[in-house]
């Protein structure tokens, strides 16, 4: 067994190891992750014992018990313990069973999935929509159906790992442009295009980037695009249906509501359940994606349950209770981002349900992380290589349901854990 110090090292050091046995090979990363796990700084994988509400308690995975404030869940709006979703499940379940047995391009759609396409499509304003058993399995998907080996894609550096894997499955012809810079996107396809004026090519984006909280110009993004005859699809998992006035998240704060060529989205952080959808302009498009996105074809359809879930989130999400929602989620989102900056610490990008506060190198981060269970705060603190080195970050959630109360408990006891880190 090697012996490793669990402040050194991250996870890309144990990415690619050598030596035939496939099996044998791992046991170095599980000789890192056990150090750390023995010294409090291995803080992934935790459960919770119960909802993911405002406050509760659960266990790391080594049976801990922790309680506190949690930051840690993306439950924007608090619809998955909402009364009339929890009811739409129970019905859901007791009219259909559990299970959606089958894959949706045989006998796995179910009345309510093909609803939930419907009500999907009028939300979104664009006229067609296939569902995905996970938010993953979408962006996976729509990459791997609608591009061939010979095609290019050209993809914001920071865009989600479902996409980047998606777009590498597809093709070799993988281009990664400057995060959020029209320029150095319109270099990029200008001279793809110079190069391989016969080859198709998909752009890709999102509306809103989970660890900086910010968004591009997608009304100028499209533009690019289109001048270069390439494709855009936009993943809006992490703003659809709890930001705007009307949940259309940034797509509709910056009139692109029906408008993109391509839009992904994810169950999993406003609509209370696992899934994907992706919506497109034609028929045609669709019919495709059903057929040619193995994630689609070759995986069980939504359960009834999650189908019903969706539609009745998708419902609130666009009542009065829906924008009331939102309203309080903003208000949180302010507080809580007013008062990290009044006790010093600084916050990434814009106002948005993800409030990532700066900490630096990931020996600091892994303190941190050790601390704030023992402060009795649920948070996620965030490495290379899942940001970039030194860049480290926790990366705080923010839900309708969260109380004044919690959010000064919060701020007070990251800036002692900040301070004990430095202690050490």
């Known amino acids: 067994m090697a012996t490793y110090d669990p402040l050194e090292h991250s996870m890309q050091d144990f990415r690619v190891l050598p030596g035939v046995g496939l099996l044998e090979r791992t046991q170095p990363f599980y000789d890192w992750q056990q150090a750390r796990r023995e010294a409090g700084y291995w803080t992934l994988g935790r459960s919770l014992s119960g909802g993911p509400l405002h406050r509760c308690a659960g266990h790391n995975d080594a049976g801990v018990a922790f309680k506190g404030v949690n930051f840690a869940s993306q439950d924007y709006l608090g619809l998955s313990t909402h009364p009339d979703v929890k009811a739409a499940a129970i019905e859901a379940a007791q009219r259909f069973g559990v299970h959606s047995a089958g894959s949706p391009a045989l006998v796995g759609n179910s009345e309510l999935s093909l609803a939930l396409e419907q009500q999907l499509a009028a939300f979104v304003q664009m006229p067609y929509v296939t569902l995905y058993p996970t938010g993953w399995a979408a962006g996976f998907g729509v990459n791997k159906a609608l591009v061939r080996p010979t095609d290019h894609v050209v993809m914001d550096q920071l865009a989600h790992a479902c996409l980047q894997e998606g777009a590498r499955a597809a093709t070799g012809n993988v281009h990664l442009f400057t995060h959020n810079d029209l320029t150095s996107l319109h270099q990029q396809l200008r001279e793809l295009r110079r190069r391989n004026p016969e080859v198709g090519i998909?752009?890709?984006?999102?509306?809103?980037?989970?660890?900086?909280?910010?968004?591009?110009?997608?009304?100028?993004?499209?533009?690019?695009?289109?001048?270069?005859?390439?494709?855009?699809l936009v993943d809006a998992a992490h703003d659809l249906g709890c930001l705007g006035a009307d949940g259309l998240g940034h797509s509709g704060a910056l009139g692109m509501v029906g408008k993109v060529d391509v839009l992904m989205g994810s169950f999993s952080k406003t609509f209370a359940s696992n899934g994907g959808f992706v919506a497109c302009q034609a028929r045609s498009v669709k019919e495709y994606l059903r057929y040619y996105s193995s994630p689609h074809t070759f995986s069980n359809a939504l359960s009834p349950i999650q189908a019903a879930v969706v539609g009745r989130c998708l419902k609130i999400v666009q009542s009065a209770e829906g924008r009331a929602l939102r309203g309080k989620l903003m208000d949180n989102i302010l507080d809580l981002r007013s008062k990290l900056h009044a006790a010093g610490r600084q916050t990434y990008g814009d106002p948005s349900p993800i409030v990532c506060v700066k900490i630096g190198n990931e020996r600091t981060a892994r303190k941190v992380s050790k601390a704030l269970p023992r402060l009795g705060v649920i948070a996620n603190v965030v490495e290379f290589p899942a940001v970039a080195r030194n860049e480290a970050r926790v990366r705080l959630q923010v839900m309708a349901s969260h109380q004044p109360a919690d959010i000064k408990t919060l701020v007070w006891q990251l800036v002692k854990a900040y301070e004990l880190a430095h202690q050490v």
Not at 203 to 225: H, K, Y
């Open 202 to 232: 998909l752009v890709v984006t999102e509306s809103l980037f989970s660890m900086d909280s910010d968004t591009p110009d997608l009304a100028a993004t499209q533009g690019i695009a289109h001048e270069f005859q390439a494709t855009l």
